[in-house]
């Protein structure tokens, strides 16, 4: 079974408006951390944002939250207030296990922002 | 300027010819790894280091070696390269075991093997 299920290949958001990026994970273990990473068309990974699994609140960092359903095992991206610079592909990634140091990416969402 | 260096950046190479991509970060992290990115797979976990001559095999090690004989340094090396390891290699650092600073990317090594 896959670890980590991103199923929109591509989404378009208009300018200004906000936008949710579905990520589904897959562990039994209790302690794991997950984190969304955006990666422009210049290649590089630029890390947004993280949350533990034991953290009460969904994680916030500027525009960008983290819709976290710990029972449906679900951590959504939404970013809101959508920019053109904010264009790319946005990977859902776990960390599994308290000890375990294996990392999982989901195929990622390419997001169109349109003017 | 913190961060994670990785070269070459693009290599072309013939089948079993041996090549080492480097990684060094100065950010004096202990966690660091290795991952290719393939279309429609996302990045997979190559190897990762916890410390100092501390490795472990992630989730596509068959091909690869690395060592971590110094904290800021990691590379990857391919004995014996085939076409199948065409691929963009990332390697990253984080700062904690848990990465809840976030893992560090670098540029990333684009390598073709014909």
């Known amino acids: 079974a896959q670890k980590i299920t991103q199923t929109q290949p591509g989404m378009f958001v208009q300018e200004k408006e906000a936008v949710t990026l579905d990520c589904t994970y897959d562990?039994?273990?209790?302690?794991?951390?997950l984190f969304w990473y955006k990666q422009p068309s210049s290649g590089e990974m630029i890390f947004l944002i993280y949350?533990?699994?034991?953290?009460?609140q969904n994680a916030t960092e500027g525009r960008y939250s983290l819709n976290f359903q710990k029972a449906r095992k679900s951590a959504n991206l939404v970013i809101s207030a959508s920019q053109l610079g904010d264009s790319a592909m946005y990977f859902c990634?776990?960390?599994?296990?308290?000890?375990?140091?294996?990392?999982?990416f989901g195929t990622g969402t390419s997001l169109t922002v349109i003017p | 300027e913190a961060q994670v260096t990785q070269n070459p950046r693009y290599l072309i190479t013939v089948t079993g010819k041996k090549l080492t991509v480097t990684c060094s970060q100065n950010?004096?992290?202990?966690?660091m790894s290795w991952y290719r990115q393939d279309p429609g797979l996302g990045l997979r976990q190559i190897y990762y280091?916890?410390?100092?001559?501390?490795?472990d095999k992630g989730d596509v090690p068959e091909g690869y070696k690395v060592s971590r004989k110094e904290k800021r340094n990691f590379p990857l090396i391919l004995e014996s390269p085939s076409p199948n390891q065409t691929s963009l290699y990332f390697c990253?650092?984080?700062?904690?075991?848990?990465?809840?600073?976030?893992?560090?990317f670098g540029s990333g090594t684009r390598l073709t093997v014909v």
């Open positions: 990253a650092s984080s700062q904690t075991r848990l990465g809840a600073d976030g893992y560090t």
């Open positions: 562990t039994s273990d209790p302690s794991y951390g």
């Open positions: 949350q533990g699994s034991y953290d009460q």
């Open positions: 990634a776990m960390r599994e296990g308290a000890t375990g140091n294996q990392f999982y």
């Open positions: 950010m004096n992290h202990e966690y």
């Open positions: 280091s916890m410390n100092v001559e501390v490795t």
